[in-house]
């Protein structure tokens, strides 16, 4: 893969920022958080993210002009392989910084982008998504949460679902029904919402896993003095949202893939597994996939940013996940019946199979990217019923 | 067009796919004046030695090239020795000999087509332990043995040939005259004619490289060639696939709006642009050490691509699928044909283990 300059100077940068900065305290966050392990020394991460900030670490493909780096995607591709490569702790603002910055960048006013970017960009305020309720998932136009104007700002009733890291969040950028007359994505407002006031509570679901990264969140009369974009464009807002490339942060994912799939590896020579040809076989087919993966990240980086060439993306990445997890603890045999201890604790191939389950749910269900592969980008005619 | 691709090859794509579209007909009516003609036309047009320098008399182009054009050749399942006069062509220049360079310039100026004979029976393994030999003479070396399953041998001028040669597989040039006889099969799949080729003392030039080396590489070179066909033949079944489902009505309405089949169209594509790129690397990494692993992935994963392609184009063509009139059958004896000729797709990814030395004992 032909590099620049420019993206040789960033690699350079963060490498050597992180050699400087991932130590003392914070050389304890090696390998901590990430989907299964939110609750992982969450304060320190809270603390490594500010660091970030500091060293200008936030935002790096914003444009420089809201305060990023206005790098370029192979640019921010470098930035995530760098810092995957060290070891570097799961972010805690992910849908600030991947989300609702650049939501705020492109539909925002002056104002606020004045008031919101900044505390993203030095990691003091972190967001969360409330998107999804118990009637809409799949099906996010059917959303329910209202919210009415009274006394000049918005007041928020309803419950959103499976909200990452709502315990953490200081703020929840919301897709809410502001138009009642209006039905599925009509009438509906992008709001932003303080997470740390009395009509808001949290509630953690318990995952399979027995650990909560996921929460309920009731809105209860709930105050909100900022919508981004007129009322009754949330759904173009929040749609700009889910479109934006993710490209960028999925070659950083691969490199922990790399890790994991070194550590199946590592497994199946130790107990003896990886003398039985079948296992062979499914480490060689682990190994491809992930090759591939790779392969098609590269292409789609020279391919143009088509929000449903992500589609096949995700579907290759979390299908290849979750076949990894079923190989991990095929891997374990017998073994991997037994649980680590009471009461729950589970081991790493446990997690990575159980929470894999997930990775073809989220960020948009399996079937709902066929749907998309199948309509936007192979041009089949719309379903019926719809 | 699953990727976005430069203009000049959007433009040789345009170009290889019209002119394949024109000649299919003249072609299948088989005459030999029509193949010879449809040939000269494919010289002409500069599609034969894409691989072989300009100082070599050759078109001066690279492997994005050909492939371009063989996913072209592999989506009409076009009966032209392109691919294999392309492979010969491209393992001659790189093997780098004197001999081979040579023998690619001379192919390329006299607009020859040439066979890759390698295969023996119908064990992979025979590709790199030939049991044809080579017994030197005057200048060159004399070539015994059988060679089966070769590809548009009827119409090569010349082959290049694996034999042993003191104990090791080695590449060879034979001309067409003495000491060869080709006979034509009768095959599976008739847009692909396969000959067993019968050499008795057959004169050759040896080509191979430094330290004997041009089987195995050639081999890696027919893979990614392969590859490419079937990336071109599997977007082919998709394409006809998705336009069958527009067009076709039942219940009311056209079979695309049914979700199962709108699913299972997404999965193919899914598939096959997974393959695209596999091919893309492979391409890229020619003529470095990572070829030996790329070629046998994007092969494997392609071909894989293909065959679901093109069982699941008679599949959802219903009826129709099932009838010698209409393509899909062409489509899904070229998948299952090349696998039977090359390997199947777990032998291919067992390849790819090996050479990536996945199971070598941990240092």
Redesign the interface.
């Known amino acids: 893969m032909t590099t620049d300059r420019a993206v040789d100077d960033l690699r350079a940068e963060i490498r050597a920022w992180l050699a400087a900065n991932l130590t003392g305290d914070f050389a304890r966050l090696v390998g901590t958080g990430g989907p299964g392990s939110e609750h992982e020394d969450f304060d320190l991460r809270r603390e490594w993210e500010r660091r970030l900030g500091e060293g200008r670490w936030i935002g790096v493909g914003w444009p420089v002009e809201h305060g990023g780096r206005g790098a370029s995607l192979p640019a921010q591709v470098a930035f995530h392989e760098e810092y995957a490569r060290a070891g570097a702790p799961a972010r805690v603002n992910h849908m600030g910084e991947q989300l609702l910055g650049p939501t705020i960048i492109e539909f925002g006013t002056v104002e606020q982008q004045e008031r919101f970017l900044p505390p993203i960009l030095r990691g003091e305020e972190l967001w969360c998504q409330g998107y999804s309720e118990p009637d809409a998932g799949s099906d996010l136009a059917g959303v329910r949460t209202r919210a009415v104007m009274r006394d000049g700002r918005w007041h928020v009733t309803g419950q959103k679902v499976w909200t990452s890291l709502a315990q953490f969040a200081d703020w929840c950028f919301v897709l809410a029904r502001t138009d009642p007359g209006q039905e599925r994505h009509r009438g509906l407002s992008y709001l932003l919402v303080p997470m740390r006031q009395e009509g808001v509570e949290v509630r953690p679901i318990v995952q399979l896993t027995g650990t909560s990264e996921f929460n309920e969140v009731f809105f209860d009369d709930a105050v909100a003095e900022e919508i981004v974009g007129a009322p009754g464009d949330g759904w173009r807002v929040a749609l700009g949202t889910l479109a934006y490339e993710r490209g960028a942060s999925t070659l950083g994912q691969q490199i922990g893939f790399r890790r994991e799939l070194d550590a199946v590896?590592a497994a199946a020579?130790e107990n003896g597994a990886?003398d039985d040809p079948d296992v062979?076989?499914r480490?060689?087919?682990a190994?491809?996939g992930l090759?591939?993966l790779r392969?098609?990240a590269?292409?789609s980086l020279?391919?143009?940013g088509d929000p449903a060439?992500g589609s096949?993306s995700k579907?290759?990445w979390s299908h290849w996940h979750r076949d990894l997890g079923e190989l991990a603890v095929d891997v374990l045999g017998a073994q991997g019946a037994l649980a680590v201890s009471d009461p729950y604790e589970l081991s790493a191939a446990q997690r990575l199979f159980l929470f894999s389950r997930a990775d073809t749910i989220y960020a948009g269900a399996s079937?709902i990217?066929?749907?998309i592969?199948?309509?936007r980008?192979?041009?089949?005619?719309?379903?019926?019923g719809r | 067009m699953l990727f976005a691709e430069s203009a000049e090859h959007a433009e040789l794509r345009a170009m290889v796919s019209s002119f394949l579209a024109e000649q299919l007909p003249e072609r299948l009516s088989g005459s030999a004046d029509a193949l010879d003609r449809s040939w000269s036309q494919v010289v002409e047009l500069g599609l034969v030695g894409l691989l072989v320098p300009e100082e070599l008399d050759g078109q001066g182009g690279d492997l994005a090239d050909a492939s371009v054009v063989l996913q072209e050749q592999g989506a009409c399942l076009a009966p032209i020795p392109l691919l294999a006069t392309t492979t010969v062509l491209g393992a001659l220049v790189a093997t780098g000999s004197a001999a081979g360079r040579a023998a690619a310039a001379e192919l390329c100026r006299r607009g020859a087509s040439a066979a890759l004979a390698f295969a023996e029976d119908a064990r992979l393994d025979d590709l790199r332990h030939p049991r044809t030999v080579a017994r030197a003479e005057e200048g060159g070396a004399a070539l015994t043995g059988t060679k089966r399953y070769v590809i548009d041998a009827g119409t090569a001028d010349v082959f290049l040939v694996s034999a042993s040669w003191e104990g090791r597989p080695e590449l060879f040039v034979v001309r067409r005259g003495a000491g060869v006889e080709v006979v034509a099969e009768p095959t599976l799949d008739q847009t692909r004619p396969l000959s067993t080729v019968v050499l008795d003392g057959a004169w050759a030039e040896r080509v191979s490289g430094p330290d004997g080396r041009g089987v195995e590489d050639a081999v890696d070179l027919l893979y990614t060639a392969l590859a490419a066909e079937a990336v071109g033949a599997a977007g082919r079944c998709l394409a006809m696939t998705v336009q069958h489902l527009r067009d076709r009505v039942q219940f009311g309405r056209p079979l695309g709006t049914f979700q199962a089949l709108q699913h299972r169209c997404a999965d193919l594509a899914t598939s096959l642009d997974a393959a695209t790129a596999a091919l893309g690397n492979a391409v890229r990494t020619w003529g470095t050490p990572a070829h030996r692993v790329a070629a046998p992935l994007a092969f494997a994963v392609a071909q894989e691509a293909f065959t679901s392609a093109a069982a699941e184009t008679i599949q959802m063509h219903g009826g129709i699928g099932f009838t010698w009139e209409h393509d899909a059958h062409r489509y899904f004896k070229r998948a299952a044909s090349t696998e039977l000729l090359f390997g199947s797709s777990r032998r291919l990814r067992r390849l790819v283990a090996e050479r990536a030395g996945l199971f070598a004992p941990a240092v």
Request: proline residues 3%.
């Open positions: 590896f020579r990886i062979r076989d480490l060689t087919d190994w491809i090759e591939l392969d098609q590269v292409a020279a391919a143009d060439r096949i579907l290759l079937e990217q066929r749907t592969i199948a309509e980008l192979l041009g089949l005619p719309r379903g019926g």
